[in-house]
């Protein structure tokens, strides 16, 4: 009886899966805000109920109400907060994406530290691909930084990768993409550094293993207070990925990255990102990037 009663109170979206409430997006939302640091207004409940139904469904849950008591519960915690934070993440990418940024990369940015620094050289060269997502951005560094190495002897590099979201740093690692995912790879890259897949019915590629091994994924959460590294990185791209945060955690952020680059440092951000106004050692040298003073 106890249970219709309960059916009878559960509403369900027009598409029918079950609504989540104002009140409840609320502590979704401030949840995924101080964890992650992304803003979630009003305007993204219904992004959220649809991407979580989902996960409901998979679930077997009904209601939102059973959702988030399962969440904050300890099994929950353990189990169902990493899929939570992942459900609040947009992780949009593409090899290449920005294409002027890789320009910029091997004509300016990399002969001016080869030069004054002799990364690369004296030591291997140091890139940090924050916020990654599914790998295309350090799968492409990785391929620019590989042609550097045919034409400079001796030319070495590290690259890491990071991101929060545990769904797409499985896929990095896999390294398996649909074939068109891999059209804005240059000719002579994908002959070198692409395989494809022998099923024609759905074309896919996988990135070579000589090119997976240069690039070390870990999960880092950017929220966090210190991020473990010293004063030591050449390069930094962070593009696409603090424009989801507010202006103080913009900063927080901002300030930490720039503590791990050495003076000198070359600091990548996305093309809609702007730093005007904020109090950083940064100078300008191109559009959206940006060396550490010193
Ligand atoms: C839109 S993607 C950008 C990917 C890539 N940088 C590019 O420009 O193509 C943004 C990525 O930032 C990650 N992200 C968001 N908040 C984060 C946080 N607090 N710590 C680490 N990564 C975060 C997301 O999971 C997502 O994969």
């Known amino acids: 009886m106890a249970q219709n009663a309960s059916n009878a109170c559960a509403e369900s979206t027009l598409a029918g899966g079950p609504v989540l409430s104002p009140r409840l997006f609320e502590k979704f939302s401030r949840f995924v805000t101080t964890q992650l640091g992304i803003k979630m207004p009003a ?25 988030y008591d399962f969440v904050f519960s300890e099994e929950g915690r353990r189990q169902e907060l990493s899929h939570l934070l992942d459900t609040a993440t947009t992780n949009k990418t593409d090899f290449y994406r920005e294409p002027r940024h890789y320009e910029v990369l091997t004509q300016t940015v990399l002969p001016d530290l080869i030069r004054h620094t002799g990364a690369g050289l004296r030591r291997p060269l140091k890139v940090w691909s924050a916020g990654c997502s599914t790998g295309a951005e350090p799968y492409t560094l990785a ?107 913009q900063f927080g952020v901002l300030s930490r990255l720039c503590r791990c680059l050495k003076p000198g440092g070359f600091l ?25 003073l010193g």
């Open 268 to 292: 990548f951000m996305g093309h809609s990102e702007t730093l005007n106004g904020f109090d950083l050692p940064l100078r300008a040298v191109a559009s959206t990037v940006y060396r550490k």
């Open 143 to 249: 391929m620019e930084l590989s042609e550097m190495a045919t034409r400079i002897d001796g030319f070495k590099f590290q690259i890491l990768a990071t991101d929060i979201c545990t769904r797409v740093l499985g896929v990095a690692y896999n390294a398996v993409y649909e074939e068109r995912e891999a059209h804005p790879v240059p000719m002579v890259c994908k002959k070198k550094y692409l395989l494809r897949s022998k099923d024609r019915n759905r074309p896919r590629i996988r990135i070579a293993p000589d090119l997976r091994r240069l690039v070390e994924f870990r999960q880092l959460n950017l929220m966090d207070p210190d991020y473990g590294m010293p004063a030591a990185l050449d390069i930094i791209f962070c593009r696409n990925v603090i424009i989801y945060f507010d202006r103080p955690t």
């Open 43 to 67: 305007s993204k409940r219904t992004m959220l109920q649809s991407r979580l139904q989902k996960r409901l469904r998979q679930l077997r849950l009904r209601t939102f109400e059973e959702y």
